[in-house]
């Protein structure tokens, strides 16, 4: 009987092509479509699945959930609803530990033809947010958009020190000593 170890980094490389094949099942084919029949879509993606996201995190482990709705507005612009959950590791900007960060998106997304032309109004307008797309959207590439957007740009703990500050003892000011200059002729 022969007992196969698994390493860690085949581990990760399984998890991760797996993760790769089951986000390429989230596609919708027409966005239109799927928009103006009120369609919904929900489901879960793993961090790993998530690429952009990995140089953020402390560990690439954990999911998040989304749901993706399709509605016509009142001016008959086809609208997603897209909502996205969880727990994410961040790592911290002063002491390199993780960061949980709770991440809670909850965007409405008009949908425009890819390369259409938008009135300067239209481009102003903080109320409206638009997606262009061609037909296919890949909902996974959606949803780390959405999560990038959200992200803080330095997270770090509330109360966090910097490495090693602790032990450091009193810092004195570099530039005490040339406060003493100021003033004097040369």
Do not use: W
Not at 101 to 125: I, R, Y
């Amino acid at each position: 009987m022969r007992h196969f170890v698994l390493t860690c980094k085949a581990k990760n490389n399984i998890i991760h092509r797996l993760s790769r094949n089951s986000s390429r099942l989230k596609r919708i084919t027409d966005a239109f479509r799927f928009a103006k029949e009120g369609r919904v879509l929900e489901g879960t993606l793993p961090l790993s699945a998530l690429e952009r996201l990995h140089d953020l995190l402390a560990v690439v482990e954990g999911e998040v959930t989304f749901r993706l709705e399709g509605s016509k507005g009142a001016r008959g612009e086809y609208l997603l609803q897209l909502v996205v959950t969880g727990v994410i590791p961040l790592l911290c900007q002063r002491c390199l530990k993780a960061v949980p960060f709770d991440l809670d998106v909850d965007n409405l997304l008009e949908l425009v033809p890819e390369g259409a032309e938008l009135s300067q109004d239209e481009l102003e307008d903080d109320t409206r947010d638009f997606l262009p797309v061609a037909k296919e959207l890949d909902v996974a590439e959606l949803v780390e958009d959405e999560i990038l957007l959200a992200l803080p740009v330095a997270p770090r703990h509330e109360k966090c020190g910097l490495p090693g500050a602790a032990d450091a003892g009193e810092r004195s000011n570099p530039f005490a000593a040339l406060a003493g200059l100021k003033g004097k002729p040369n």
